[in-house]
């Protein structure tokens, strides 16, 4: 009965450096979300996957920002070339999927800092 | 933009006391859900409430929606020091997408002093 898992939960880099944070999903929950937190701050929508459907990245804020889900399981959000305001915590989020209410049962967070 | 919008930023009370949260909200809506927050990490849901349900209760917590007036509000009553934290409200929008996004409002800081 594992819930949604994020790895590493701190990360510190440099100024330049990329970054990958992974989510591993509850189990059979086809959807999967992002989200990005600022200090003292509401979430921010990143990018979001359904099942096989192309991902709705509208959330993204650069071109640095990537995101995969393999398998329709793992996924891994990278960061490419850091900058000091990409430094929050980076939340995931799974849910049963479309046809659901739609909670959405959320990971620890793995908190980037970016020197 | 963020769709949801708290108020107030943040609520000091002490135990015992009743906690009232507002989220207001832009567009039409599936459903309104409210997560705890503790400590900046992970988010707990703790309530969903459907756009034809105008309230509903979990333990200490009662929700109300108003679609008129595109707002909730979370009250949690007889509130303990453990009930410290923040509290989001977040919206299931109608549009047509085939995706379901929840967008999460601004937040409600809460301090419960013993």
């Known amino acids: 009965g594992a819930g949604v898992s994020q790895s590493p939960s701190n990360k510190v880099t440099e100024k330049g450096k990329d970054v990958e944070l992974r989510c591993d999903p509850i189990?059979?929950?086809?959807?999967l979300y992002w989200y990005r937190q600022s200090l003292g701050q509401g979430l921010e929508f990143l990018i979001y996957?359904?099942?096989?459907?192309?991902?709705?990245k509208s959330g993204l804020p650069s071109d640095r920002f990537s995101a995969e889900r393999t398998g329709g399981s793992v996924s891994t959000l990278t960061i490419q070339r850091t900058q000091q305001e990409d430094s929050a915590v980076y939340l995931c989020?799974?849910?049963?999927?479309?046809?659901?209410?739609?909670?959405?049962?959320f990971g620890p967070g793995t908190r980037l800092t970016v020197l | 933009s963020q769709q949801g919008e708290e108020d107030p930023q943040a609520l000091s009370i002490q135990e015992g006391e009743n906690a009232t949260m507002n989220c207001s909200y832009k567009t039409s809506i599936n459903n309104l859900q409210w997560y705890r927050q503790n400590s900046g990490r992970g988010l707990v849901h703790l309530i969903l409430?459907?756009?034809?349900?105008r309230e509903k209760h979990s333990g200490r917590l009662r929700v109300t929606l108003d679609t008129s007036k595109k707002s909730s509000s979370l009250l949690i009553t007889a509130s303990r020091a453990a009930d410290t934290a923040s509290y989001f409200c977040a919206t299931d929008g109608t549009e047509n997408t085939g995706f379901q996004k929840l967008v999460f409002g601004t937040g409600t800081r809460l301090l419960v002093s013993p």
């Open positions: 996957f359904q099942g096989n459907s192309a991902p709705d």
């Open positions: 409430i459907r756009s034809n349900e």
């Open positions: 989020a799974s849910s049963p999927g479309q046809g659901t209410d739609n909670e959405q049962f």
């Open positions: 189990s059979g929950h086809t959807a």
